[in-house]
């Protein structure tokens, strides 16, 4: 998701391919609306969350972060998104420790690892937990 938006922002608004990325996007964010749990985050089994129960900061943070975009760049219907985008910040914020770690952090490997925890981390939790602050800040309520 996080990579989608990254495209986006450089192709030129004329590229003959950029309708492909516009709807990639809505479609992505259509299907993840519907797999967000009640805590706000996705897990890294999207289609079997109980197989990770813990959610997971990196993918949840870049997953916000795409959909807040799409809202605040007018391809995400505001009213049917921004509940999502609020919900995963809210879990989000969450993961955060009081020493400002940002853990649930699934580790890098081959394969996703059911042992992360809040004491998980890793640099690329934090920079999608960033960037997903960086489109929440810019959200109009």
Not at 89 to 110: E, F, R, T, Y
């Amino acid at each position: 998701m996080g990579g989608i938006v990254r495209v986006l922002q450089e192709l030129p608004a004329n590229y003959a391919g950029r309708e492909f990325y516009i709807t990639l996007l809505k479609q992505m964010s259509a299907r993840l609306k519907e797999l967000q749990q009640a805590d706000g985050m996705w897990r890294a089994s999207l289609l079997d969350p109980e197989a990770y129960p813990g959610g997971e900061v990196s993918g949840s943070g870049f997953d916000c972060y795409a959909i807040a975009w799409g809202i605040n760049n007018g391809i995400l219907d505001k009213a049917t998104y921004l509940p999502v985008v609020e919900k995963a910040w809210i879990g989000l914020n969450k993961c955060v420790s009081k020493d400002g770690h940002v853990g649930w952090v699934q580790p890098v490997g081959a394969d996703p690892k059911k042992n992360f925890t809040a004491d998980s981390w890793e640099v690329y939790g934090s920079g999608a937990y960033l960037l997903a602050g960086s489109e929440v800040i810019k959200l109009k309520r």
